[in-house]
Nanobody
Framework: VQLQASGGGLVQAGESLKLTCVAS???????????LAWYSQGPGKQRTLVAA???????NYADSVKGRFTVFRDSAKSTIYLQMNNLNAEDTVVYYC???????????????????WGQGTQVTVSS
């Protein structure tokens, strides 16, 4: 599974931004995606979960973004969005898209759980 994130940029505090992550691959690979998520990473810090949605539509948000950010997807479940409202300076980080999916292990003829990452997209909020 390959992930392509986009939508980052420079905005003023209080403004909104929408990030997009497109998952691509074979039909079978896309069907094996269990969840798509957004992570953030500031300078010198570990990546942390921002928001995620699983194949059943269940969502999970970091406490810092609840009520401001919304994660949603398209009907094909291969594109995930992150609507970010009321942005503040602390939201200035790089956002990464991630997928949790099963992958075939041909030698063993079974599946393993794997994660895939897209490239980051920078969000900068000026105060």
């Amino acid at each position: 599974v390959q992930l392509q994130a986009s939508g980052g940029g420079l905005v003023q505090a209080g403004e909104s931004l929408k990030l997009t992550c497109v998952a691509s691959g074979s039909v079978s690979e896309i069907n094996e995606i269990n969840a798509l998520a957004w992570y953030s990473q500031g300078p010198g810090k570990q990546r942390t979960l921002v928001a995620a949605m699983n194949r059943d539509g269940d969502t999970n948000y970091a406490d810092s973004v609840k009520g401001r950010f919304t994660v949603f997807r398209d009907s094909a479940k291969s594109t995930i969005y992150l609507q970010m409202n009321n942005l503040n300076a602390e939201d200035t980080v790089v956002y990464y898209c991630a997928a949790d999916h099963r992958a075939l292990r041909p030698f063993y003829s079974d599946y393993s759980w794997e994660s895939s990452w897209g490239q980051g997209t920078q969000v900068t909020v000026s105060s």
